[in-house]
């Protein structure tokens, strides 16, 4: 057996090997002094909480071009990367685009952690125009737009129309209990004279979030203006009906799908009654709940199947007591 003095510098020559910080010369090793490459290791995340792995992104590594994309937990590597400053660009068909300023420093290694804002997505969108006919055969044409829009991050800041065509920019209003964005354009806010001129414009909606990032979520155009009108026959010129008076006007075949709403107003032009889903074929209508003694005033809506529409005159009459 050799001697404890013997084993001395065995042990001393072991300690200088294995346990001191010593200079490492391996170029090919990563924790070497001379190692000329370096590594990049990262996680894509969502934005939102909890933060969530971000499978299949493409994350790009600009300085020489090469691809990786993330697997299930959201990692990805970069292997022998030239550390000279550059961007790591990210991207997800979900999820906004991003790009990171990878600066080295000297070191070999970067760890980083990316989070990815989620798209804002058009749940539905209903849009329209209508036509109101005046008497003096004046027309007036609305436009009117109705979007439903989900965001996973919940940060949508603001939805507006734009139509390129027309240079008219207008914001939706969100309404709390219908969870819509919605709005009503004018002659007057579209800038034009005649309903005709909204035809084959374009009319995109965008969405905006928190983090300033804009997105087109649709793009529609008006399918058609309606400019046929219902003719009213009776009740009319402040006649003097029942409390469930028979409504009557002459039906159109304007040759495309369409059916009827008859509306009801006070002379305040306080809506007391509405029918919708009437036939194309309808002629009349009965009244299915009386009214109160009051002065009325009455039309009819032709509405297409893409919801456009167009409004009758008005007809007035009244229900007297007893």
Request: charge should be negative.
């Amino acid at each position: 057996m050799m001697s404890l003095k013997k084993q001395w510098p065995l042990f001393f020559v072991f300690c200088i090997l294995f346990c001191c910080d010593a200079p490492r010369h391996n170029p090919l090793d990563p924790e070497g002094d001379e190692y000329d490459f370096a590594q990049i290791r990262g996680t894509v995340l969502t934005y939102r909480v909890p933060h969530l792995p971000v499978p299949d992104a493409e994350v790009v590594w600009e300085k020489d071009g090469r691809i990786s994309r993330t697997g299930p937990g959201g990692t990805f590597v970069f292997n022998e990367v030239t550390p000279e400053d550059d961007w790591l660009v990210v991207s997800e068909k979900s999820y906004f685009p991003d790009s990171f300023r990878v600066e080295w420093s000297g070191s070999h290694q970067k760890e980083l952690r990316i989070y990815l804002n989620a798209k804002p997505v058009l749940d539905s969108l209903i849009f329209y125009s209508s036509i109101l006919h005046l008497y003096n055969d004046l027309q007036l044409i609305q436009l009117s737009l109705k979007a439903a829009v989900t965001d996973p991050d919940n940060d949508v800041d603001s939805v507006y129309v734009y139509s390129p065509g027309l240079q008219v920019t207008s914001g939706l209003e969100y309404d709390i209990d219908s969870r819509f964005f919605n709005r009503d354009l004018s002659m007057q806010d579209l800038g034009i004279n005649s309903p005709e001129a909204v035809i084959g414009h374009a009319f995109n909606i965008i969405v905006k979030d928190r983090l300033g990032n804009r997105l087109q979520l649709s793009s529609s155009v008006i399918k058609r203006i309606i400019k046929e009108q219902i003719e009213l026959v009776s009740p009319g010129g402040h006649d003097i009906v029942g409390s469930q008076p028979t409504l009557r006007w002459v039906p159109l075949q304007p040759g495309f799908p369409l059916e009827y709403r008859i509306e009801i107003y006070t002379d305040e032009m306080n809506l007391v009654h509405r029918k919708d889903h009437i036939a194309s074929n309808t002629s009349s209508l009965v009244l299915d709940a009386p009214l109160p003694p009051d002065k009325y005033r009455w039309a009819v809506w032709i509405i297409d199947e893409f919801q456009n529409r167009s409004r009758s005159k008005y007809k007035s009459f009244e229900v007297q007591s007893k």
